[in-house]
């Protein structure tokens, strides 16, 4: 099985950035796209961005030009750098792994979540 260690959460005030950081160790050669979700209070958890192990990316129209998402498969660890942030972005991320081309074809690892809240 594949275990990811999330880093970079915390609180940060409107307009602040944060650098959200994913680990993936054990059975890595089944990795093939990674992605973040996220989930905030009363809502549904919702894909924010996905990275192919290609490089191809997509994003939530709602982060699209403030989140960046990115990889480094030498150190098999999936980044979000995350600019210009709202309080609608306070919410419960998620690491995703998945086994197939793209990360909305299917999870099949989760990190454990690391909570961004966005408030002055």
């Known amino acids: 099985q594949v275990q990811l260690v999330e880093s970079g959460g915390g609180l940060v005030q409107p307009g602040g950035s944060l650098r959200l950081s994913c680990a993936a160790s054990?059975?890595?050669?089944?990795?093939?796209?990674m992605g973040w979700y996220r989930q905030a209070s009363g809502k549904q958890r919702e894909l924010v961005a996905g990275?192919?192990?290609?490089?191809?990316?997509k994003y939530a129209d709602s982060v699209k030009g403030r989140f960046t998402i990115s990889r480094d498969n030498a150190k098999n660890t999936v980044y979000l750098q995350m600019n210009s942030l709202k309080p609608g972005d306070t919410a419960v991320y998620y690491c995703?792994?998945?086994?197939?081309?793209?990360?909305?074809?299917?999870?099949?690892?989760w990190g454990k979540g690391i909570l961004v809240t966005v408030s002055s």
């Open positions: 054990g059975s890595i050669f089944s990795i093939n796209a």
């Open positions: 995703a792994v998945g086994l197939d081309t793209q990360i909305d074809y299917g999870v099949n690892y």
């Open positions: 990275i192919t192990s290609g490089g191809s990316t």
